[in-house]
């Protein structure tokens, strides 16, 4: 089973509200891209923080800075602030490659999805529109780029 079948299949389990943002959303809606990471959102409470945390733990991921759900949940806007924290990231220790960064700077509950099928099942994933949004936030060469394809996706349909 993939990363990202096992990060889905624990968030459904544990009932995590979430979505994929970043490369693989942009690939989900149908643009060429590749990507290494999963990058997702989640609802800004601690009970999802929380969830968040336990269903990625089940996985063998852990939290590369040493701070609980909890406390992510607590001082999220100091992070972002004062440390320029902009996700959350977890990793698999035994095999590195295995990157899971939650993005602490939207907040899923005021954000749109959509489902798409992937291979045992639906997966969510962050609406065209406020993806671009997002990306558009951000202002990286890359979200740049992502937001040509997404707008060009958008007008074939």
């Known amino acids: 089973m993939s990363l990202l079948e096992r990060i889905v299949a624990a968030f459904d389990r544990d009932q995590v ?3 994929l943002v970043g490369g693989l959303a942009v690939a989900l809606h ?3 891209r590749g990507t290494m990471d999963v990058d997702c959102i989640i609802r800004h ?3 999802d923080f929380i969830a968040c945390e336990r269903a990625l733990r ?3 991921l852990v939290p590369r800075l040493p701070v609980t759900a909890s406390e992510v949940f607590q001082f999220r806007a100091e992070y972002i602030s004062r440390r320029n924290l902009i996700a959350w990231s977890f990793i698999n220790l035994s095999h590195p490659m295995e990157v899971v960064d939650v993005i ?3 907040d ?3 954000l749109s999805t959509v489902s798409k099928r992937f291979r045992l099942g639906k997966i969510k994933v962050l609406s065209p529109r406020d993806l671009i949004e997002m990306k558009r936030l951000s202002g990286r060469p890359q979200d740049i780029e992502d937001i040509k394809m ?3 996706l958008l007008e074939e349909t």
């Open 150 to 152: 997404l707008e060009a």
């Open 17 to 19: 509200p979430y979505a």
């Open 58 to 60: 089940s996985i063998g």
């Open 104 to 106: 602490i700077t939207h």
């Open 108 to 110: 899923l509950a005021t």
């Open 30 to 32: 149908g643009a060429p």
């Open 45 to 47: 409470t601690e009970v």
